[in-house]
Structure formats: structure tokens, C-alpha cells
């Protein structure tokens, strides 16, 4: 999807191309980290952790350079009925908010009360609810082409 999104921009091929590189050598590492998959002395979600990381990361820095190219355009765009817009915002609150849930576990914790799953439960529904108006947006521009 970011390839559609930044290919009106610019060639996005070499930007898409690193960032699964680095995915996949990220991925490559946490394998021979976590003895190719054998699960043993694993706690909690370490397996993959790194990957997830790196993928919220790279999402993060896609949609903050979308957001980025987005103000940087000469023609207006109405963000109120952009279909792009809303699933970038959407991928944006996502893959940001786990990415920050992530890395201040260990600060967000608390013995008396767990914030971390309703944390998450909110981004979750922001993404779904932005990805829901995304579509409906897109519904919108399709009908108004056809009539």
C-alpha cells in the first residue's frame, strides 16, 4: 500500500525494497537468535520481538514521510474524504502507539493496575475505526465517479 501511496511522489521501489530488506535481515536475525526456532527458554513474546520492532519502526517512518509529502504537494487535498490519508493515519496511531507501548513496557507497568491491554485495545480500534472511514471514503469516490 505504501508503494501505491508514495509512487505519486516519487519512485518508491528503492524506499519499499530497504525497508523489506531490512525486515527480512531483521527477521534472519531473530531466527538464529532464537536457535532457528526451537523454543527454548523463551519468555513471555520474545520470539519475533525484534521484527515487530523494526516493523513498527519502518511503518512509523513511512507514514510520518507520507504525512511529510503530503503537506509538501502543491495541489490541496481534502483530508476530510481522503482515502489514503485516513488508512496512513490509521497505520500511523497503530504501528506508533505499539511501537512507544513497546519500548516503555517496562515504565507503563504498574502492580495494582495493567494499562498495557487497554493501550493496545485503543489503538486497535483507532486503526480499525480510521481503516473503516478509509473505506468509506473510498466508497464515496467511487460512487461519485460512476453517476
Known amino acids: 500500500m505504501f508503494n501505491e501511496l508514495f509512487s505519486e511522489y516519487f519512485n518508491s521501489k528503492p524506499v519499499i525494497i530497504g525497508g523489506l530488506a531490512l525486515l527480512a535481515i531483521v527477521y534472519g536475525y531473530d531466527v538464529w537468535a532464537h536457535h532457528f526456532l526451537l523454543f ?52 500511523f496511531c497503530y504501528y506508533f502507539g505499539s511501537t512507544a507501548v513497546n519500548l516503555l513496557r517496562d515504565k507503563l507497568q504498574s502492580p495494582y493496575f495493567d494499562f498495557l491491554p487497554y493501550m493496545l485495545l485503543v489503538s486497535i480500534w483507532i486503526i480499525y475505526g480510521c481503516w473503516s472511514y478509509s473505506f468509506i471514503c473510498r466508497r464515496w469516490a467511487t460512487t461519485r465517479s460512476n453517476s
Open 40 to 91: 527454548r527458554n523463551l519468555t513471555n513474546d520474545t520470539l519475533n520481538n525484534a521484527t515487530n520492532n523494526a516493523m513498527s519502526v519502518i511503518f512509523s517512518l513511512y507514514s510520518f514521510y507520507y504525512f511529510y509529502l503530503l503537506l509538501k504537494d502543491y495541489k490541496p487535498v481534502s483530508l476530510k474524504t481522503s482515502a489514503s490519508f485516513w488508512w496512513v493515519a490509521g497505520v
